[in-house]
């Protein structure tokens, strides 16, 4: 996404217009997509779901470049 709020999770959940669904957004670079699947993952295997959707959007920060950093 190109906001940092809200997160992309929720405006996703808001575009479904379904029931309530529980959605969560990890922040962090490299991480959302692969804590997505673990906690899907984990949903199913307990028993607490059927079926779950998991999706993983990074957004690095401007200054997270490599000419802001020095060798």
Known sequence: P???I???AQMVQGLMKNRT??????????NSG????KYAY???KSGE????VAG???KL??????????D
């Open 56 to 58: 993983g959007s990074e």
């Open 42 to 44: 984990l949903s199913l």
């Open 34 to 37: 692969i804590l997505a699947l």
């Open 21 to 30: 669904l529980e959605a969560i957004s990890p922040v962090g670079t490299c």
């Open 2 to 4: 190109d906001q940092m």
């Open 61 to 70: 920060l401007s200054w997270m470049r490599a000419n802001n950093f020095k």
């Open 49 to 52: 779901v059927k079926n779950a």
């Open 6 to 8: 809200p997160a992309h």
